[in-house]
């Protein structure tokens, strides 16, 4: 009988991405997170975390960045391929991001020097570092940008990812988002409901978002909202298998529309809704639903 394999996440990225948050939400979702891990001791500690003949090996995650003790971009690739092809791990490479002005008021906020610029404007470690590790983005599993979430959004979209308690197969990802900040960078896709009749103009419903039920019976008195919502079913449906077969592991589906608070968010849960009655693992993020109502979450909680 096979036996499972082990979750291995090596969590890496800029500087100020949010590496110390995730590895605390990988922490609370069970990992044995360990950062600063310098890459000739991974094996020591993966065989050291293996427990014994009748003891069940715990998750691991590992933080390694350019701050590592030895970080060397090719050899964190090579590492990372090298446990790919393990029967014992499920290993995967988790790359942060951020645009750089967010980065730049993170770090100004925190009055932290930037670890590849001690002595230097914030901005010449941000831009160094992001041309020392483009390598390692192009080999990541899964890649986040987060810019534009805050904490508890940040720490969704990862139990999205790497919740121990899921259903098997590929996970997906879906989430609402405003055209007006911005195409969410993780989505590998993207449908624009802008087209729909808009609740903003509706004074009862203007301060409701999509999960609300008057706001989701207005969207639906639109003639074009059951026939989108059947051809997106009928799209998405048939793609699932095919990814699947292709050994896809993450799929993060994007609906936007103007102000990402009414229309997005009620396909978004339209959609998701559909998606686990399906018997799909679905994680759900809003991530504009409270931009402007004094609501919205600050990404500058993340960990620098």
Not at 103 to 128: F, K, N
Not at 185 to 191: K, N, P, T
Not at 284 to 301: A, I, K, P
Request: with cysteine.
């Amino acid at each position: 009988m096979a036996h499972k394999r082990r979750p291995f996440v090596l969590v890496t990225g800029l500087s100020g991405a949010g590496r110390a948050t995730a590895l605390h939400a990988l922490e609370d979702f069970g990992y044995v997170a360990v950062d600063n891990v310098p890459l000739q001791l991974l094996g020591d500690l993966i065989r050291s975390t293996a427990g014994d003949a009748g003891g069940k090996a715990p998750p691991l995650a590992f933080g390694v960045d350019t701050r590592t003790y030895g970080f060397e971009a090719p050899e964190l690739v090579h590492c990372v391929q090298e446990l790919r092809t393990r029967d014992d791990l499920a290993a995967c490479l988790l790359f942060l991001t951020a645009d750089t002005e967010t980065l730049q008021r993170r770090y100004t906020e925190s009055r932290r020097p930037h670890p590849m610029a001690p002595d230097r404007p914030v901005m010449d470690g941000i831009i160094d570092e992001r041309r020392q590790i483009a390598f390692v983005r192009d080999a990541a599993d899964v890649v986040i940008d987060t810019s534009m979430l805050s904490p508890h959004q940040f720490k969704q979209i990862l139990a999205g990812h790497f919740a121990l308690e899921r259903t098997p197969g590929m996970r997906l990802a879906v989430m609402s988002f405003s055209f007006r900040r911005g195409l969410p960078r993780e989505a590998d896709l993207v449908f624009d409901v802008r087209f729909l009749k808009n609740p903003h103009y509706v004074p009862d419903l203007k301060p409701l978002t999509g999960r609300d039920a008057p706001v989701v019976s207005y969207i639906e008195t639109d003639p074009d909202y059951q026939p989108f919502i059947n051809n997106l079913q009928g799209m998405i449906g048939p793609l699932l298998p095919r990814f699947d077969a292709e050994g896809k592991s993450y799929l993060t589906i994007a609906i936007g529309c103007t102000g990402g608070r009414h229309r997005s968010v009620a396909i978004a849960e339209t959609l998701a809704d559909w998606l686990r009655k399906a018997g799909r693992s679905v994680s759900l993020t809003h991530r504009d639903v409270d931009f402007g109502s004094g609501r919205q979450g600050d990404s500058s909680g993340m960990r620098v």
